[in-house]
């Protein structure tokens, strides 16, 4: 995670970029994102993916782009996508199965 702690919580954001895993990542983001009240939907998103890795990041837009999820959505769609772009099966998001018309459908197993 590269954040140096200088600057306003938006510059912050702005240089927040995703070295480790997802988790250590949105962990990050939403500390930093709690100092700002009433954070524009739009927003949260932009910021949340312009820190992701790239592959990581490509993937997500991609599945974002198939309608508007929530805060909690997109980063449960974004564990799913490290597990899937890493190769690991874990208990919350199954691997991404493809339905007949080659989209990746994913499912979440978790309360």
């Not at 949260?44 to 929530?70: M, P, Q, T």
């Amino acid at each position: 995670m590269v954040v140096n702690g200088e600057g306003d919580v938006y510059e912050q954001l702005t240089e927040l970029k995703q070295e480790g895993t997802v988790e250590e990542y949105i962990a990050e983001f939403e500390y930093l994102t709690a100092q700002i009240p009433k954070l524009p939907e739009k927003q949260f998103r932009g910021y949340f993916l312009h820190g992701l890795r790239n592959d990581i990041r490509g993937r997500v837009r991609s599945l974002v782009a198939l309608g508007d999820l929530s805060h909690t959505k997109l980063l449960q769609v974004t564990r799913g996508v490290e597990k899937e772009v890493g190769g690991v099966n874990g208990s919350g998001f199954s691997r991404g199965s493809r339905s007949n018309s080659g989209s990746i459908r994913f499912a979440w197993h978790g309360s």
